[in-house]
């Protein structure tokens, strides 16, 4: 009997945009068309935040630029010849082929066979899959039960299989049992609740070429991906040092995954999802995240708020940021980036809003105007005036909250309650302040930024507070709160 089969080289699992057109392609056709391609589209944004990392991977193994030595030139001159080579292309697949089949019996694609033996029992399809509720959650996205599991096709298996390896929760895992030691808890999956910001070039293979970092600090020890080991690793050694690239893009992980297909490997069944390491993962600094300082002195990276507009974060992609606030590092893979822009260089970001274990809230993404031409090497008083734009929009918002709590407090003789007015008024004011940041950054006219949000902070002032402005005992608290609005209040806001 035939084992099932889904080879990701040649099987078609990755969309793809071209003009007005999506098509799914393998990973092949993907690498040889890449200059065909607009854009890589992928549903699910922490699958794809994970996906381009992989993707860039194989692109510097394809073109050499896992070479050090010869990176920077190498990657101007392959981003001149508009396409990547075909020889090299079918070379690199052909080396490994077996070692993308996601269903192979001894080494499936970034999955671990020995679960099967290992595990008592498996944590079903629906952990698997991060928008379905697993064991006793509660239904949310969609009526899926362990009792009754609907399949998940092959395809859409191998995102989520990608999306668990970078966001995976910490804690609570399946039960997994090696050399006597049975223990059911993980670490965080590298990525877990941050923002991820990637170059966005004029086409598909534009923004694969310009999404390999540069060579990064670490071991001298030969790089490999997972499915480029010759064996699997050692769930109770120390972690492999860190390595370029392979290593540091598609080497963290810290679950372990095995998915069960059916008969004919068209979708996928169940799912064993548990711990892959004891050992802390080592430290490494992701060249697509800004970093920000903690109080402690400790670097971590920028989390993801679905509540949060991302152009608010434009400042930290545009150059170091130091400030009352803290500190932020931007992106290193911009910075490299930034040398071949050309003025038309969009930048994308992949967010998802979670808490370190059970909570997933929502995953977004996003991409901005190109904006690589206003970063520090390039013009520094663009940079500097997007961060004084920020920080007049972000100071104009905080005291637009606390008049408006105020007001309704006073006019109503209430203390303990917010009232309406502040949520009205916020939820007004954020959703026009964006079309003002890019305006003066557009017309370099940030020095008047801050007219123009306490005009927008007034206006919001006015629309939240129609419906009572009229009446007398409301009239008064209104009046108060618009000459607040422009005054400099004492400590720290909220």
């Not at 999955?111 to 498996?122: E, I, N, V, W």
């Not at 970078?166 to 006597?180: H, M, Q």
Request: charged letters at 20%; one cysteine or more.
């Amino acid at each position: 009997m035939t084992s099932p089969s889904f080879d990701l080289i040649e099987a078609p699992w990755l969309l793809v945009r071209q003009g007005s057109r999506t098509m799914m392609v393998g990973l092949r056709e993907l690498y040889l068309r890449a200059h065909e391609f607009d854009d890589l589209v992928v549903p699910v944004p922490p699958a794809a935040s994970g996906l381009w990392r992989i993707l860039y991977a194989i692109t510097a193994r394809i073109t050499g630029l896992d070479d050090p030595a010869a990176w920077q030139g190498r990657q101007g001159d392959t981003l001149c010849s508009g396409h990547l080579d075909p020889d090299r292309v079918a070379a690199y697949f052909d080396e490994h082929r077996g070692s993308f089949d996601l269903f192979h019996p001894e080494r499936p694609w970034l999955q671990d066979p020995r679960l099967a033996a290992q595990c008592p029992k498996s944590s079903g399809v629906n952990k698997l899959v991060f928008d379905r509720p697993a064991g006793n959650t509660q239904v949310w996205f969609g009526h899926h039960t362990d009792l009754d599991p609907v399949l998940v096709p092959a395809a859409e298996a191998a995102w989520h299989l990608v999306a668990q390896l970078y966001y995976g929760a910490s804690g609570r895992c399946s039960s997994r049992e090696v050399d006597g030691q049975k223990l059911a808890n993980s670490n965080a999956g590298p990525l877990r609740s941050s923002m991820s910001y990637h170059p966005l070039g004029q086409n598909l293979f534009e923004s694969l070429v310009l999404g390999v970092p540069g060579p990064h600090t670490g071991s001298d020890e030969p790089d490999v991906c997972p499915w480029e080991r010759p064996s699997l690793p050692d769930p109770l050694a120390a972690p492999p040092p860190l390595t370029w690239p392979g290593g540091l893009l598609t080497g963290r992980f810290q679950h372990a995954i095995l998915l069960v297909p059916n008969v004919d490997g068209s979708h996928v069944t169940d799912a064993y999802v548990t711990w892959a390491r004891r050992s802390s993962p080592v430290p490494a600094s992701d060249p697509y995240v800004v970093r920000r300082l903690s109080k402690q002195g400790n670097w971590y990276q920028l989390p993801a708020d679905g509540a949060r507009a991302l152009w608010r974060d434009v400042p930290a992609l545009l150059c170091d940021v130091v400030e009352e606030t803290g500190q932020s590092q931007r992106p290193a893979i911009l910075l490299s980036a930034q040398e071949f822009d050309d003025g038309e260089q969009r930048v994308r970001a992949f967010g998802f809003d979670q808490d370190g274990q059970a909570k997933d809230r929502q995953w977004f993404t996003s991409v901005t105007p190109p904006l690589l031409r206003w970063m520090w090497e390039g013009d520094r008083d663009a940079a500097r005036g997007a961060v004084s734009v920020v920080q007049a929009a972000e100071a104009t918002g905080s005291q637009l909250e606390y008049v408006m709590k105020r007001a309704w407090q006073e006019s109503t003789n209430v203390a303990d309650r917010t009232g309406p007015w502040a949520g009205r008024a916020t939820m007004r004011y954020w959703s026009e302040a964006e079309d003002l940041f890019w305006t003066h950054l557009w017309d370099r006219t940030w020095d008047i930024a801050g007219k123009s949000y306490q005009r927008l902070g007034h206006a919001a002032i006015d629309w939240a507070t129609d419906a009572a402005a009229h009446l007398p005992r409301f009239a008064a608290a209104i009046d108060t709160a618009h000459r607040r609005l422009g005054e400099r209040r004492k400590g720290k806001t909220k």
